[in-house]
């Protein structure tokens, strides 16, 4: 089987290749095809992968015959040809665009993140149009092909790519799947015994029940304090928040029901996640040129950098994440479980980015929703959730509106609509200020451009 990585160059493509690297089932995916615009970021990435198969063929008995080959091309169709799996891991961009999301909404006094809020508005004004020409592309060169797409803002992108290619595509979030690990773990519990009840949109959800042989076991967790501090999530919000909710909320509904506190602790840093990132990734690519056969040796030191400071500009500087946490959300782990049980056949369940329909009632059908799921040969089914309580359906029948009006003025390249996004977000308080952030982002500018060569 091929699976194609689009934005090959990226730094958790090594993430991905470890997860097949560890995969012996039958059948399997033994090519990899890495696509992306930065032939450095190609080069760099494949002395890592390289160094990676080494490694593990090293460590166990398969040999480095097993390891699944891989190719590299700045060809977006020639890399989608012949695709069974595509993965759709693109920055339109790149972080320095990351930044200037960030800057432009937190000079205005309003929260500037990579997906939530305003930046997260101006991300997807900007990466619709190159999804929907991906999926454009996909249908020309790999019509069979399933897509995972872990481009963000993920679920609109999702959304928007389905209305070229239906239910062929899914969107992956680690962080609920991490969510639902840690509650089963801070009770002890095995996660792979436990159901995830859990409803919301990509970034804007909530674990409502956590099902133990039929019974929910959330309620024992919610009334024991200290098993609560072995949950990120729950020490994030404290106890007391979580527990007046009566479920636990999504790490990112931080930047909600925290908003100013969000707004001042970014905003007292002296870096953004983005500025951050942008230094550290720049160096990271410019010491595997200089030094390529330390190529995954770095990779590894970077991979735990980045990872143990996630969130840190919220957390607190005090507050460490926990080993596990910090080893890995999953990320990799679903788009495998994904692409195993679609071409394996072999049912399983995972909370995922699919259509609506009729799943969370009130919501547009075409809407993009986070649900479990029902995965097997045939493709993904949402199951159904618990429904959404009052407070949980208005801020996702909000926050929807606010992608859908994105989605739609990225593609008709309409500033009046994209301001109307911008003022209708949760956490813009003004429409002035969406007016400003219009101004401040050059939207008019960034639609005036060829679509690859946005602001
Ligand atoms: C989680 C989220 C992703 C997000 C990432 C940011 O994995 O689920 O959607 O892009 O965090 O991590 P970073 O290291 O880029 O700040
Ligand atoms: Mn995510």
Known sequence: MRLTILGGGGFRVPLVYGALLRDHGDPRVDEVSLYDVDPRRLEAIGHVLEQMAEQTAQQTAAGHGDAPRVRATTDLDDALSGADFVFSAIRVGGLEGRTRDEHVALDLGVLGQETTGPGGVAYGLRTVPEAVRIAEAVVRCAPQAWVINFTNPAGMVTEAMQSVLGERVVGICDSPIALARRAATALGLDPARTRAD?????????????????VDVLPRLLADTSALQGIEEARLFGPDWVQALGALPNEYLYYYYFARDAVASVRSEPDTRGDFLLRQQREFYESV???????????????????????????????????EDVAGGGYEGVAL??????????????????????????????????????????GAVPLSPTPPDQH???????????????IRAALSRDVGLATTAFALHPLVDSVTVARDLVRGYRIADGFRQPSTRRP
């Open 198 to 214: 859990y409803v919301g949109l990509n970034h804007l959800g909530w674990l409502r029940r956590l099902v133990l042989d039929g």
């Open 392 to 406: 949980q359906l208005g801020l996702m029948a909000q926050v929807k509106a606010v992608e859908q009006l994105t």
């Open 289 to 323: 040129a200089a030094r390529p056969a330390r190529a995954y040796q770095r990779w590894q030191q970077v991979r735990a950098e980045r990872d143990a400071s996630y969130m840190a500009e919220v957390r607190g500087a005090d507050e460490e994440r926990d080993a």
């Open 337 to 378: 479980a994904f692409m195993a049980a679609v071409m394996r056949g072999t049912p399983t369940s995972m909370i995922l980015n699919v259509r609506n329909g009729t799943t969370v009632a009130s919501l547009p059908e075409d809407g993009v929703v986070e649900v479990p799921c029902h995965v097997d040969g045939a």
